[in-house]
């Protein structure tokens, strides 16, 4: 097989733009600790998300991201915050570093795997050369859809697609039935650890 070799293209430059603002997003989270900040960055970074998915011609998938994770999960978060407190409790010293060390053999781990990925649009490449070519060819006669990735994510995952959409709907209805509950209870009292404001005390009325 001749060697495919991908040339320094503008949507590159866009992907490591993307990429960069992901990073910061995630170490943004990790360190705020007003939960309604960490839920409104958890919403850019699904849409980011999203838009890397769209450089990508993953528009399917970038479609799920921007719906599910910038929108109805950043809905259901700030809806449980009403729940809870607004702050986050303080993180226990002894399992930081922990963590930390996880998240570091984690990430080596996937920075390792990526060494043996094929280049970005090699057409040597197992999912271009073997199956993406039989969908390609195969769509039009057992399918009859223009759209060959309609016709995979509706008629050969079929049932694959059916059961995301059940566990979108059933977490969905878990989160508004544990919101029902509270409201039935009258909602759960949770005290707010935040330094109350005295600039006031001390002043006559």
Known sequence: ????????????????????????????????????????????????????????????????????????????????????????????????????????????????????MPAFGDPNAPANAYIGQQFVERTPQDVEIPNIVTAILASYRGFDTLGEVLVVFAAGVGVIMLLGAGSLRGGRKVKDERPEDDSNEGREF
């Open 1 to 116: 097989m001749e060697e495919f070799q991908t040339p320094l293209q503008p949507i590159i430059l866009l992907d490591l733009a993307i990429l960069s603002l992901l990073i910061a997003t995630a170490f943004a989270m990790m360190r705020v600790r007003r939960l309604f900040a960490v839920v409104m960055l958890s919403g850019i970074f699904s849409f980011l998300a999203a838009l890397f998915f769209v450089s990508l011609d993953a528009v399917d998938v970038a479609f799920t991201e921007a719906a599910v994770g910038a929108g109805i999960s950043t809905v259901l978060m700030l809806s449980g915050m009403l729940l809870t407190a607004r702050r986050e409790k303080p993180a226990v010293p002894g399992y930081r570093n922990v963590a930390m060390v996880v998240c570091l053999v984690t990430g080596a781990a996937l920075f390792y795997a990526t060494i043996d």
